[in-house]
């Protein structure tokens, strides 16, 4: 409630002054502001933690007495910069600040994205939310049909393989190579069915309010490079730091030497701001490691207005590959995603390298893992299917087909629903 107060009277404070001194003094207000809410509730104890563990390296212990006892606010990380994007926009002249503080505070706390995104921006929610809206039909069914696709990402997809790959995070000594492999792909298709379900439920609730909120996943399955990868996933994270951080650092308009050091930047900041962990860290700088070959080779945007299979209906062969490859790299990444330390990240991936022997994963609870296979096949068939627009997971002309394709929806829900796990989404601790 706090930040949303300094915003709304920092957003004033900018539009009034002319000078560009004096606008970006209040803009560094909320900068600060909200970056210190942020710092304080998220990475407090991690500092302290880790000032400790530096000089306990050294042979000097110390006891850790500055932790405190902090509950995270649930998405602190989102609407914080929510919260910056209005200052930003403002800054940059590209809104006039409402003068009316009910609409800035729904813009803030607009429930269906408040808690895991997408990360709005002033520019596009507060203007709709100022506007007077009447009951679209057909966006109100739109919106219907994305919250059944995201619940089916949800429950069948994600909750389904949830048991799976904490099995074998949890417990990653005792098993070999492949099973390992499999856990970490699998939790790939479990974090994507995760975030992008909450993402379509978002989405598609807002339509029901007639509010169009920005698409935070187009299908990053079928990128063919890591830089594609990063334009289809998390859309509103990654255009937020291209577009206040990245841009204002001078983008890819200085020496190729300083735009690697802005990918550095960016990245890093992309870890950190998921976790307070040195795991997020790496994470971060591994993907900052593999995008830059291909920002110095020229080749992080030849894909940016494309999909995949285009002008086809299958993808070519040297399509598959790139698919496949650059999927090898986002899901590797993704140990350091997982686990929950730097140990175990790097005790994982030394288990993979020299216990590289196949044994068929038996999960203690009996699950038939071909079962899974088939299922993770059928849905990257059927969004590939779909990919060429997020928005329409039923697009098909036949009603039959559409009828067929609801009721495969619905049943999976209903076979795959499992009242034992735990349902919470994995974006909302961050």
């Not at 996933?233 to 206040?244: E, G, Q």
């Not at 899901?331 to 175990?344: A, K, P, V």
Request: charged share 15%; with cysteine.
């Amino acid at each position: 409630m706090l930040s949303t107060i300094v915003d709304y009277f920092v957003g004033i404070m900018i539009d009034s002054n002319e000078t560009t001194f004096k606008r970006k003094q209040w803009l560094w207000v909320s900068v600060l502001f909200n970056v210190g809410l942020l710092g304080f509730f998220k990475y407090y104890n991690f500092f302290v933690d880790s000032w400790v563990d530096m000089f306990s390296a050294i042979g000097y212990n110390m006891n850790s007495v500055w932790t405190l006892k902090i509950i995270l606010p649930v998405g602190i990380s989102f609407y914080t910069f929510q919260t910056m994007s209005y200052s930003f926009d403002i800054y940059y002249r590209r809104l006039k600040p409402t003068r009316d503080f009910l609409s800035f505070a729904t813009f803030v706390s607009f429930f269906p994205q408040l808690v895991a995104g997408p990360i709005e921006r002033a520019s596009n929610l507060l203007p709709q939310i100022n506007k007077k809206r009447i009951f679209n039909y057909d966006q109100s069914v739109g919106g219907l049909k994305l919250i059944l696709w995201g619940l089916f990402k949800k429950v069948v997809i994600a909750d389904a393989l949830a048991p799976i790959v904490d099995d074998i995070f949890s417990n990653y000594t005792s098993y070999p190579a492949s099973s390992l492999i499999l856990g970490v792909t699998l939790f790939s298709f479990q974090v994507y069915g995760d975030f992008s379900g909450y993402s379509d439920i978002a989405i598609g609730t807002a339509k029901l309010f007639g509010i169009e909120l920005m698409s935070n996943f187009k299908f990053p399955v079928f990128s063919r490079n890591v830089a594609e990868y990063w334009q289809r996933w998390h859309v509103s994270l990654s255009t937020w730091f291209r577009h206040y951080i990245y841009i204002p650092l001078g983008g890819s308009r200085v020496s190729k030497l300083k735009s690697v050091r802005n990918i550095i930047i960016i990245f890093l900041v992309s870890g950190f701001w998921h976790g307070a962990n040195w795991t997020f860290i790496f994470w971060g700088a591994f993907h900052a490691l593999v995008f830059i070959p291909v920002f110095l080779m020229g080749r992080n945007t030849i894909y940016k207005n494309s999909v995949v299979g285009e002008n086809s209906y299958f993808p070519s062969l040297i399509e598959v590959g790139q698919m496949l490859f650059t999927f090898s790299i986002v899901t590797f990444s993704r140990i350091f995603f997982r686990s929950e330390s730097i140990t175990d990240a790097f005790g994982f991936i030394k288990r993979i390298l020299s216990d590289f022997s196949y044994k068929s994963y038996c999960h203690p609870m009996g699950y038939r893992m071909i079962d899974y296979y088939i299922l993770i096949i059928v849905f990257v068939l059927y969004e590939y299917r779909i990919r060429k627009d997020e928005r329409s997971p039923f697009k098909f002309k036949s009603k039959i087909v559409r009828f067929i394709i609801y009721t495969i929806v619905i049943l999976g829900m209903l076979l795959f629903y499992d009242s034992n796990i735990d349902r919470s989404f994995i974006y909302f601790q961050f």
